[in-house]
C-alpha cells in the first residue's frame, strides 16, 4: 500500500509581524468642516491608482509570491503593507467626516469617477523589479499626498496626510536598503 505524500508548506512564519511605520504618533483624525470636494480628492488616496489600496494589494501579491523563497523580505513587505492598511483606514475615516462615502471608485480631477481594478497594480516577477515598482509607487503616493496637501485648506486633514507621507518616505528608504541586499 502506497503511503500518502507529506503536504507541501510554506515555513515562514508570519507570526508577530508588525506595521512598518515611522514611531511617531498620528494627529486625530478629524476634519474643519465637511467638505465633499475633499472627500472626494482624498478618494483617489483611498482607492484610485496611486491610492492605499493599491499599495497593500501590490505589496501583498509580492509578500505572497516571495514567502517560499526569500522569508525575511516577505516579512518586511508584510509589515510595510500593514502599515498601508493604517493609512487606508484612516483615510476612510476623513472620507466620512469630511461627508464623502466610501467605496472602491476614486473621483477623478475630470469629473468622471474609476473603479478601482488590480490593473493600477505593477507585479513583475523578478524580485529587483518588484522593490522598485514598490519605490516608484511610494514615490507616486508622496506627490500625490503632496498635491493634496496644496489643494485641501484644512490644517487636520493636512496633518493626517503629512504623518501619512512621513512613512511613505519611510518604506522607500528601507525598499532601497533591501534592493541593495540582493
Given at each position: 500500500?502506497?503511503?500518502?505524500?507529506?503536504?507541501i508548506?510554506?515555513?515562514?512564519?508570519?507570526?508577530?509581524?508588525?506595521?512598518?511605520m515611522?514611531d511617531l504618533?498620528?494627529?486625530?483624525i478629524?476634519?474643519r468642516?465637511k467638505?465633499?470636494s475633499?472627500?472626494?480628492?482624498l478618494?483617489?488616496d483611498?482607492c484610485?491608482?496611486?491610492?492605499?489600496?493599491?499599495?497593500?494589494?501590490q505589496?501583498?501579491n509580492?509578500?505572497?509570491?516571495?514567502?517560499?523563497v526569500k522569508?525575511?523580505?516577505?516579512k518586511?513587505?508584510l509589515g510595510?503593507?500593514?502599515?498601508?492598511m493604517m493609512?487606508?483606514q484612516?483615510?476612510?475615516?476623513l472620507?466620512?467626516?469630511?461627508?464623502g462615502t466610501?467605496?472602491?471608485?476614486?473621483?477623478?480631477?475630470?469629473g468622471k469617477?474609476?473603479?478601482?481594478?488590480?490593473e493600477f497594480l505593477s507585479?513583475?516577477?523578478q524580485?529587483?523589479?518588484?522593490?522598485?515598482?514598490d519605490?516608484?509607487?511610494?514615490?507616486?503616493?508622496?506627490?500625490?499626498?503632496h498635491?493634496h496637501?496644496n489643494?485641501?485648506k484644512?490644517?487636520?486633514?493636512n496633518a493626517?496626510?503629512?504623518r501619512i507621507?512621513?512613512?511613505e518616505?519611510y518604506?522607500i528608504?528601507?525598499l532601497?536598503?533591501?534592493?541593495?541586499?540582493l
Amino acid at each position: 500500500m502506497e503511503q500518502p505524500s507529506s503536504p507541501i508548506q510554506n515555513n515562514c512564519s508570519f507570526s508577530g509581524i508588525r506595521p512598518i511605520m515611522m514611531d511617531l504618533p498620528y494627529p486625530d483624525i478629524q476634519v474643519r468642516a465637511k467638505n465633499p470636494s475633499y472627500a472626494a480628492l482624498l478618494s483617489a488616496d483611498y482607492c484610485g491608482s496611486v491610492s492605499e489600496l493599491s499599495a497593500i494589494t501590490q505589496y501583498i501579491n509580492n509578500e505572497n509570491r516571495l514567502s517560499c523563497v526569500k522569508c525575511p523580505l516577505a516579512k518586511t513587505l508584510l509589515g510595510i503593507a500593514m502599515a498601508e492598511m493604517m493609512h487606508l483606514q484612516k483615510l476612510g475615516e476623513l472620507i466620512v467626516l469630511l461627508g464623502g462615502t466610501i467605496s472602491f471608485v476614486a473621483s477623478l480631477p475630470n469629473g468622471k469617477r474609476q473603479m478601482w481594478t488590480p490593473e493600477f497594480l505593477s507585479i513583475p516577477e523578478q524580485t529587483n523589479r518588484m522593490l522598485r515598482a514598490d519605490i516608484e509607487a511610494e514615490q507616486a503616493a508622496i506627490k500625490q499626498y503632496h498635491m493634496h496637501i496644496n489643494m485641501i485648506k484644512d490644517d487636520c486633514v493636512n496633518a493626517v496626510l503629512a504623518r501619512i507621507i512621513q512613512d511613505e518616505e519611510y518604506h522607500i528608504l528601507i525598499l532601497k536598503h533591501l534592493l541593495q541586499e540582493l
